[in-house]
T-cell receptor
Framework: GESVGLHLPTLSVQEGDNSIINCAYSNSASDYFIWYKQESGKGPQFIIDIRSNMDKRQGQRVTVLLNKTVKHLSLQIAATQPGDSAVYFCAERNGGAAGNKLTFGGGTRVLVKP | AAGVIQSPRHLIKEKRETATLKCYPIPRHDTVYWYQQGPGQDPQFLISFYEKMQSDKGSIPDRFSAQQFSDYHSELNMSSLELGDSALYFC????????????FGQGTRLTVV
């Protein structure tokens, strides 16, 4: 079936270093791939998305890379800060114009060390 | 800025009881989604509504039902509760169907004892 998953459950990063979170997906028909951040006790928060016909998109301190050949998605966080400590989920959208059903993958916990 | 409001924040119910979770989307958002997140799990899509009509259905048990009202708020009704229903239930809204950014509420933590 369709699934989105992550390679690493926990990532420890020194403050100021760059973080890279990886994700594998299986549904090639998804039109968007999205990264969400979930802090303890809160709902997921949208970070950035990338359309399936793109391979790179940059935001503020974040970059998402999409490699459709190997069905791989990654989120790069530049100059990681303590506030970046959270669980990060990748998700894929498979609803097109008819909806916004998000299929989430397993999360990666990012711990930023001072 | 206004966010998605969910109530209650915490709920404790006994097995076989019923529960009703409420969601108030961001003003002018016409699409609402419900997700269930078990401990240490990723959010699982349950159901969504667009303009008060069900638009998509995920892994929602038959014991659960939901609807979106004329003021766009939504309610998730859960009957014959089971221990396995204990989870965080998130509601999210988006400004239009097809938008990639969904805004999530703080969630309702349901504990079934």
């Amino acid at each position: 079936g369709e699934s989105v998953g992550l390679h690493l459950p926990t990532l420890s990063v020194q403050e100021g270093d760059n973080s890279i979170i990886n994700c594998a997906y299986s549904n090639s028909a998804s039109d968007y791939f999205i990264w969400y951040k979930q802090e303890s006790g809160k709902g997921p928060q949208f970070i950035i998305d990338i359309r399936s016909n793109m391979d790179k998109r940059q935001g503020q301190r974040v970059t998402v890379l999409l490699n459709k050949t190997v069905k791989h998605l990654s989120l790069q966080i530049a100059a990681t800060q303590p506030g970046d400590s959270a669980v990060y989920f990748c998700a894929e959208r498979n609803g097109g114009a008819a909806g916004n059903k998000l299929t989430f993958g397993g999360g990666t916990r990012v711990l930023v060390k001072p | 800025a206004a966010g998605v409001i969910q109530s209650p924040r915490h709920l404790i119910k006994e097995k076989r009881e019923t529960a009703t979770l409420k969601c108030y989307p961001i003003p002018r958002h016409d699409t609402v989604y419900w997700y269930q997140q078990g401990p240490g799990q990723d959010p699982q899509f349950l159901i969504s509504f667009y303009e008060k009509m069900q638009s998509d259905k995920g892994s929602i048990p038959d014991r659960f039902s939901a609807q979106q009202f004329s003021d766009y708020h939504s309610e998730l009704n859960m009957s014959s509760l089971e221990l396995g229903d204990s989870a965080l239930y998130f509601c999210a809204s988006s400004p239009r169907q097809g938008a990639t950014e969904a805004f999530f509420g703080q969630g309702t933590r349901l504990t079934v004892v």
